[in-house]
DNA sequence: AGTAAGGCGGGCA
DNA sequence: GTGCCCGCCTTAC
């Protein structure tokens, strides 16, 4: 399996309502370090829908960036209940979700 | 706050 | 098979 897919495999682990940052994704999918190489995978994720890419935002509670567009993803994350403004997570310690949650 | 450097996987030459 | 550049990042200066 290729990293990519395990990156996938974990975003849709991740709960409606919650978010995780890519350190978290990266380091589930087996490479803490790979954080950079998670988000790529994301990038190339040709299934946009069935895997929440837009629930995973960067370590600072930023949003980071979105293949479709960082509008789309505010949307989304709207959709799902999270707050944001100015490109950034309001409850960001309360819609991120725990790494255990992803290796589950 | 902004800028620069860094480690990781994938794709292309 | 090897090497280089790139990216939805992260951390440090």
């Not at 395990?6 to 849709?12: A, T």
């Not at 190489?37 to 370590?59: D, E, I, Q, T, Y």
Request: with cysteine; net charge positive; charged share 25%.
């Amino acid at each position: 399996m290729s990293f990519d897919e395990k990156v996938w495999k974990v975003l849709s682990k991740i709960p409606p309502g919650k978010v995780a940052t890519y350190g978290q994704v990266a380091s589930a999918a087996g490479s803490p370090r790979a954080f950079r190489a998670a988000g790529n995978a994301c990038n190339k994720n040709p299934n946009s829908p069935r895997v929440p890419c837009h629930r995973v935002v960067s370590s600072s509670g930023s949003l980071g960036g979105y293949a479709h567009g960082p509008a789309r993803k505010i949307k989304l994350l709207k959709a799902e209940g999270i707050s944001v403004k100015n490109n950034k997570i309001l409850n960001f310690d309360k819609v991120l979700v725990k790494e255990k949650e992803l290796k589950a």
